[in-house]
């Protein structure tokens, strides 16, 4: 964790120092393994997580699982946000058209 401050300067002096920031030096993770096939029922599928094996120096704090519309659908929404250390996801697919099971 780094603080930061500054102030200005004239000719008449220094000014009074500015509020401190903290900044942590950390960029974003690195991209995690794809989900893995499960299990499958009529309407829902099961994957496995595999979170980011590089944290980049922040810590991981949630996995987020987006699908697509189905088919060759470049459209994707959020299902859920899961804290880290979840393992596994069902994801409800029942009345998606496009959408193929099992």
């Known amino acids: ?56 120096g922040g810590e991981i704090t949630a996995l987020e699982i987006w699908r697509n519309q189905g088919g060759n659908s470049l459209v994707f929404t959020l299902l859920a946000s899961l804290p880290n250390s979840a393992k596994e996801y069902e994801a409800v697919v029942a009345n998606h058209p496009g959408m193929v099971v099992g």
């Not at 000719?11 to 920031?21: E, F, L, M, T």
């Not at 942590?24 to 094996?53: D, G, H, I, N, Q």
């Open 1 to 56: 964790m780094y603080r930061f401050r500054y102030r200005s300067r004239n000719i008449n002096g220094n000014s009074s120092w500015s509020p401190v920031v903290y900044i942590k030096a950390a960029t974003m993770p690195s991209r995690p393994r794809a989900p893995v096939f499960k299990t499958a029922t009529s309407t829902s599928v099961t994957l496995y997580l595999y979170s980011s094996t590089e944290t980049r």
